[in-house]
């Protein structure tokens, strides 16, 4: 054998070049991942421009003339008495709001770690004491006819955050976290309610999301 030429041949006396072995005829390979998420957003397209089509369809102006919403009319202005009324809850609104805001942070500071039992129970007191007050004061308002109904709802609003109050300061007692659930959909409903009287009285108070 010529020392001057290249060996050509493997270890199994094969030649480097031999052709690789095709795959079983039976196996397929999968899809990627990148085309099965194309072929669904692209579904997902193709539904979007169907339901956009037939919406198109249903509001042609033939059917707007028939089906065009009816606008609410606009609501009327305050009158001397209401106004009267909703100047002297306002800063007693603003007390409750704070306190609750003041309730709500604490809590959630408690469950970050950020708050022991003793500040938690120091933040819940404090807004105690303003509910208590705001009770008080809200008792001693006289409403025009027009506004008894706000005037309960608000009052049912102050006796909520009250009781949610009283159920969080339970978990000083025994340190068990359901009683922040349990008091949650209290101070929910209490928010609900300032907000509807809020949007009787002042419509255009800020209304956080």
């Known amino acids: 054998m010529d020392s001057g030429q290249p060996q050509t041949l493997g270890a199994a006396g094969t030649t480097d070049h031999e052709p690789r072995a095709l795959p079983p005829r039976g196996s397929r390979r999968r899809p990627p991942v990148k085309i099965v998420l194309f072929g669904l957003v692209l579904l997902g397209l193709l539904g979007i421009v169907a339901l956009a089509t037939l919406r198109e369809i249903s509001t042609s102006p033939a059917n707007a003339r028939t089906a065009r919403p009816v606008l609410a009319p606009p609501r009327p202005p305050l009158t001397a008495a209401e106004e009267e009324y909703a100047l002297a809850l306002w800063p007693i609104h603003n007390e409750v709001k704070a306190g609750a805001l003041k309730m709500t942070l604490g809590g959630l500071s408690y469950k970050l770690g950020e708050l022991d039992r003793a500040g938690l129970k120091?933040?819940?007191?404090?807004?105690?004491d303003t509910y208590r007050r705001a009770g008080l004061r809200i008792a001693?308002?006289?409403?025009?006819?027009?506004?008894?109904?706000?005037?309960?709802?608000?009052?049912?609003?102050?006796?909520?955050?009250?009781?949610?109050?009283?159920?969080?300061?339970?978990?000083?007692?025994?340190?068990?976290?359901?009683?922040?659930?349990?008091?949650?959909?209290?101070?929910?409903?209490?928010?609900?309610?300032?907000?509807?009287?809020?949007?009787?009285?002042?419509?255009?108070?800020?209304?956080?999301?």
């Not at 109050?165 to 300032?194: F, I, T």
């Open 140 to 209: 001693a308002l006289t409403p025009p006819a027009s506004l008894a109904r706000a005037h309960e709802m608000y009052s049912d609003a102050v006796r909520l955050y009250q009781q949610s109050a009283a159920e969080m300061l339970r978990v000083v007692g025994d340190g068990r976290d359901e009683h922040l659930v349990a008091a949650h959909p209290l101070s929910m409903e209490a928010s609900e309610k300032l907000l509807k009287v809020g949007d009787i009285l002042w419509p255009s108070e800020y209304k956080p999301n």
């Open 122 to 128: 120091a933040r819940i007191e404090g807004s105690t």
